[in-house]
Nanobody, 125 residues
C-alpha cells in the first residue's frame, strides 16, 4: 500500500508561484508513476502532469512551460513547481499513484490506485 500526503497549497496573486509536494510512503512509491490532477470549483477532474518511475515527465498542454514535475527519489517526494499562475489554475490539487498506461492517466484522471487528500490552490488578485 502507498500513502500520499500533499502540501504546499495556498493563495497567490496571478503571475506568482507555488511549489506543491507529494510525500509518499509505503511499499512501491519509488517504483510508481505519480500524477498530479486538479479540480476547479464546480468542474471535473483535470490531469495536470505525470512523472514515471524513472523520472520521465509528461504535461497537459494547458500548463506546459509553466509547471514542472520532478521527484526526489531519496526523500520519496514528488514536486509540482507552478510558475506564472493564472486564476484558472485555482482548484484542489491531488497527487495519485497511477498505472503505467499513458492513455489511462491522460484521459481518466479519476482513475488511480492511491490518492492523497489534496491541497488547495487559489490564484486571485
Amino acid at each position: 500500500e502507498v500513502q500520499l500526503v500533499e502540501s504546499g497549497g495556498g493563495s497567490v496573486r496571478p503571475g506568482g508561484s507555488l511549489s506543491l509536494s507529494c510525500r509518499g510512503s509505503g511499499s512501491g512509491f519509488s517504483d510508481s508513476f505519480i500524477a498530479w490532477v486538479r479540480q476547479a470549483p464546480g468542474k471535473g477532474l483535470e490531469w495536470v502532469a505525470t512523472i514515471s518511475d524513472v523520472g520521465s515527465t509528461y504535461y497537459a498542454d494547458i500548463i506546459k512551460d509553466r509547471f514542472t514535475i520532478f521527484r526526489d527519489f531519496a526523500e520519496n517526494i514528488v514536486y509540482l513547481q507552478m510558475n506564472s499562475l493564472k486564476p484558472e489554475d485555482t482548484g484542489k490539487y491531488y497527487c495519485q499513484k497511477v498505472p503505467e498506461n499513458e492513455d489511462a492517466w491522460r484521459s481518466l484522471p479519476g482513475q488511480y490506485e492511491y490518492r492523497g487528500q489534496g491541497t488547495q490552490v487559489i490564484v486571485s488578485s
